[in-house]
């Protein structure tokens, strides 16, 4: 068998390799609701069990190239979408199959550099294997974040000022291939997200403020997560849900801006009802210009 | 009184505001050994009792400018340094004294930005009030990081690889007057500092490596610190100590490079031993070319 062969022609069912949150099965609730099948190939030790039942799935360990190739082929599958939240797997931690094994080489090699540089290269493994790589927003694109806010609360002048050096941080960091968030308060940069992720920075300011570590007042403060500047947008997006709120509350900021089209929004609604409740303004706001 | 008048002239005894940690006393030892007098300002909350008993010293709560003002010109001194772990405080948990509550919208205004805001400008008010701040490595050179390795071990060339991209990365974020440190391992960055501090970013690496969340092995990565490229040298330079070491060999990486001449040691031989121990470099590099 010629495992480069095409895995298929034309539209099909959509193959989605989906790790956890909530983000997947809004997507895929969206896919099937404009006419599109799904299949789903959750990883394991990623996705939640229990959101993948409703739709066609079949498990997929990590390192199992082989496999998904077999079942995505069987289904007629040939565009593939990746979301959710991923782990970065210690390497020597994976059981491998065969096609896995033929590709280690490449993997290895992927593995040395940030998220971007690791996920543009298996992204271009599956594409020499016949799939096409396409974006969550593609096939939903209604899981976007919005322009303006979500809720009922803005941004006050002094907020604005915290997103513009809190964007011009990212915009800095983008080209290391680093996180997608940052805090800023009265004009002070409280932390950049590297590979802790957005709720474990979050967390940690919530904890600093604690210990008076804080000098801003309750209420100051804002979460700006952006797309990289080189970013890939078919993958990993930011993303924003109603824990993000709530985990904003607990640090005692005023608020979230995240970069309008260039995140996506986890249950919008409930976003809307959970910064109202806490209050908190979640904005959509504009990329700074390049 | 006119609390503008010089306070004092020629050299006399050097006054010295200190923070928390081993430094502060390493200076005052080495200063008194050169002979000259010093008078300690521990700030209540932030030195540590037991170390400051053999010196002079005026215990100083934050915000009692005046009671600085007051000690440091019967003492004669003309001279201050600061030196040691500072923590920003919350303006409102300030008790302010007279002097304070003058000078107060300066120290508001100063409040609002990165650390170098705020220290530069509380010297301004110092200068202006006659006094003249000196750098800790002016009166006590030594404490500054020596060019090569301290103890046995010697950066490998991954390692190097991983200490130029970490450079970049605070050559990045400097303008942003954020942290002096970042964590690199295999070129993927691990950390930037913020508010955080260093500990507890190597804290964070150590929590999340034991999650399985670090695909380096244990072995690869390296600690980086750096003056900010526009930082007043005589504030708050970057400095480890053997408690550094410690925290770096827990958080499985390889080593710590750190600018010569740009950052302070705290008890170098202690840092020798704790490094041949743990098994980890610890080197003084050459800042990058600007």
């Known amino acids: 068998m010629d495992v480069r062969q095409a895995a298929g022609e034309g539209e099909g069912p959509l193959a ?9 099965i809004a997507v895929a609730e969206t896919v099937e609701r404009r006419g599109r099948r799904v299949v789903l190939f959750p990883v394991s030790g990623w996705a939640d069990p229990a959101v993948v039942e409703k739709f066609k799935h079949y498990w997929l360990p990590l390192a199992k190239a082989g496999l998904f190739y077999r079942y995505a082929r069987a289904e007629g ?10 782990l970065r797997p210690p390497l020597r931690s994976l059981r491998i199959d065969w096609l896995t094994l033929r590709l280690l080489p490449r993997i290895v090699r992927a593995y040395r550099g940030g998220d971007d540089h690791l996920i543009s290269n298996v992204a271009r493994i599956f594409e020499d294997y016949g799939f096409r790589i ?13 322009a303006g806010p979500i809720g009922t609360l803005r941004p006050s002048q002094r907020d604005e000022a915290d997103i513009t050096r809190a964007l011009a941080v990212l915009e800095a960091t983008g080209p290391f291939d680093m996180g997608q968030a940052a805090i800023v308060a009265d004009n002070h940069v409280l ?14 300011i919530a904890e600093l403020r604690a210990q008076g570590r804080i000098a801003a007042p309750a209420g100051a403060g804002v979460l700006v997560k952006a797309p990289k500047p080189q970013q890939d947008r078919r993958f990993d997006l930011p993303a924003i849900g109603p824990r993000t709120v709530e985990e904003v509350a607990r640090a005692g900021l005023a608020g979230i801006a995240v970069v309008a089209g260039g995140a ?4 919008p609604a409930a976003v809307a009802t959970a910064a109202d409740k806490a209050k908190v303004f979640v904005a959509g706001i504009k990329a700074p210009d390049r």
Chains 1, 2 share one sequence.
């Open 264 to 267: 996506v929004v986890a249950e």
């Open 134 to 146: 396409v974006a969550p927003h593609e096939v939903a694109p209604d899981i976007l974040m919005p």
């Open 77 to 86: 599958c040939r565009d593939v979408v990746f979301v959710g939240k991923a």
């Open 191 to 204: 932390a950049v997200e590297a590979i802790e992720g957005t709720d474990a920075m979050l967390r940690r």
């Open 16 to 24: 989605m390799i989906i790790g956890g949150g909530s983000i997947p």
